[in-house]
């Protein structure tokens, strides 16, 4: 998602081009498998107003991407109320002290809490804006492959403006360097745009499946290839969220539609039930 934007109409013209395939591959992998057995190994239902628990948390900081180059500490774009996390995106009302146009809130569990295998669940409501992009997602917290995106990404949720529905997606040196389509490493899903979704994916030695309200929506399967980084996923990730503006992919923003928010109810994390 981050590094490199990729998913526009040609992409989805390419995907509708394959789709003989990728219905063939998911056939192969709709086979019924055993249900996982989870437990509960970590959670925040944000239940003290006020309070970032830092021991799980910490805000992102600002970088050069698309997705991080708004990034600030900025205490405003930071609630913990009502039992939510929210997170905003606002114009910039002191260039003195920052000289970025736009500011964005985002928090991650990056050397706080990874888990491998293991199933994720974020409850929220996300806002709309022109330009808006609101992700949940997932990074190696270990660089077991080398440099991005040899450690592979998983894009639990990303809306872009005011869109129907949200992408969920696979990356790695496999699908971007080596530009690889099959297995299907994508999907759009429809979500309810003015109330709360829940957004989930399960990861596990042989598969990913991402799933949407409880449902699944896609499965990405490890395969037998003699390509490099199809399936790097045996290692520990941890949790992005984050509220962006603008890039490559989502467009400009508009500033006229901001502020916008991002309402997280809670993340919940299992992992298998020995």
């Known amino acids: ?13 390419a995907a509708m081009l394959m789709l003989p395939n990728v219905m063939a591959a998911q056939k192969t992998n ?11 190994i970590w ?31 900025r205490e405003d774009l ?10 905003h995106g606002i114009v910039n009302d002191r260039t003195d002290l920052d000289t970025a146009r736009y500011l964005t809130g985002g928090v991650w569990t990056k050397d706080k809490f990874s888990v491998q295998y293991g199933k994720i ?17 997932m990074l190696a917290q270990d660089q077991k492959y080398g440099p991005y995106p040899k450690n592979g990404e998983i894009d639990i949720m990303e809306h872009l403006n005011y869109d ?8 790695s040196h496999y699908t971007l360097n080596l530009k690889q389509e099959t297995p299907q490493r994508f999907t759009t899903a429809p979500i309810d745009r003015e109330g709360y979704n829940t957004y989930g994916v399960e990861f596990y ?3 990913v499946v991402f799933t ?5 929506t896609l499965t990405y399967p490890k395969i037998e290839t003699e390509l490099e980084g199809q399936f790097p996923f045996d290692q520990a990730y941890y949790l992005l969220l984050d509220m962006q503006l603008g890039g490559g992919w989502v467009g400009p923003v508009d500033p006229a539609t901001l502020p916008v928010k991002m309402e997280i109810d809670w993340v919940k994390v299992w992992g298998a039930k020995k």
């Open 1 to 13: 998602m981050k590094k490199v934007i990729y998913r526009t109409a040609a992409l989805l013209g």
């Open 30 to 40: 709709s086979q019924k498998t055993k249900p996982a057995k989870w437990k509960l």
């Open 43 to 73: 959670k925040d239902d944000f239940r003290k107003d006020g309070f970032l628990d830092s021991t799980k948390w910490s805000k992102i900081p600002r970088g050069t991407a698309d997705w991080d180059n708004y990034m600030s500490p």
């Open 78 to 87: 930071y609630e913990v109320k009502d039992g939510h996390l929210i997170l």
């Open 121 to 137: 669940e974020i409850r929220a409501k996300l806002g709309e804006a022109r330009g808006s992009w609101p992700a949940f997602w």
């Open 164 to 171: 129907s529905v949200v992408y969920q997606t696979i990356h």
């Open 205 to 207: 030695p042989d598969r």
């Open 212 to 216: 949407l309200n409880g449902v699944p």
